[in-house]
Antibody, heavy 121, light 106 residues
């Protein structure tokens, strides 16, 4: 059973860059037809999709965040990463990493437990 | 971008009731739809993927149906632990989107 765990700083200063990592266990990060994704949730609000990286390395992002977001994968460390630049208070929330899949061998959607990020000076 | 419209935004139900939540996509997304359950202070829990496939470990009283633009999550015989907020999400295009959520209350 694949498991995902987010990690990163709980507090980030405005204008800085937020860097989060997601450690994947119980499954390969290098397989075909896997989508490694990030989402977030502002306090008391619904879910917001941030973006994903596909097995070929291609990335797609929420248009509202595209100019500030990078997603990358380190297959040797079974981790993938999220970077958000020019952070403001509006970026405060819980950040989730997830794995989606398609095709015959897809075993469903898997999410991490979330990492709380507070933006404050 | 594809808009996902969930209905209702909230509902009141009793233990044992059958509950149906709908999700409508503004464009055809084939079967690339997932449903999540979220309780206060917890991460969303995947329930259904590919519109109708039950996630491992999820009770069989949860079921999903639909394709294209119309999707449904059904909970047969609502249990006390099912009171939560439910979200749909489409992942059928390059830009993914969530529905606004449906709160199921006692």
């Amino acid at each position: 059973q694949v498991q995902l765990q987010e990690s990163g700083p709980g507090l980030v200063k405005p204008s800085e860059t937020l860097s989060l990592s997601c450690t994947v266990s119980g499954g390969s990060i290098s397989r075909d037809n896997y989508y490694w994704s990030w989402a977030r949730q502002h306090p008391g609000k619904g879910l917001e999709w941030i973006g994903y990286i596909y097995d070929t390395g291609s990335t797609h992002f929420n248009p509202s965040l595209k100019s500030r977001v990078t997603i990358s994968v380190d297959t040797s460390e079974t981790q993938f990463f999220l970077k958000v630049t020019s952070i403001t208070a509006a970026d405060t929330g819980v950040y989730y990493c997830a794995r989606y899949c398609s095709g015959l061998n897809c075993d469903g959607v898997h999410w991490g437990q979330g990492a709380l990020v507070n933006v404050s000076s | 971008d594809i808009q996902m419209t969930q209905a209702p935004s909230s509902l009141s139900a009793s233990v044992g009731d059958r509950v149906t939540i709908t999700c409508r996509a503004s464009q055809d997304i084939d079967i690339y739809l997932a449903w999540f359950q979220q309780k206060p202070g917890k991460a969303p829990k995947p329930l259904i993927y590919a519109a109708s496939s039950l996630q491992g470990g999820v009770p069989s009283r949860f079921s999903g149906s639909g394709s294209g633009t119309q999707f449904t999550l059904t909970i047969d015989s609502l249990q006390p632990e099912d009171f939560a907020t439910y979200y749909c999400q489409q992942y059928g295009t390059y830009v993914w989107t969530f529905g606004q959520g449906t709160k199921v209350e006692i």
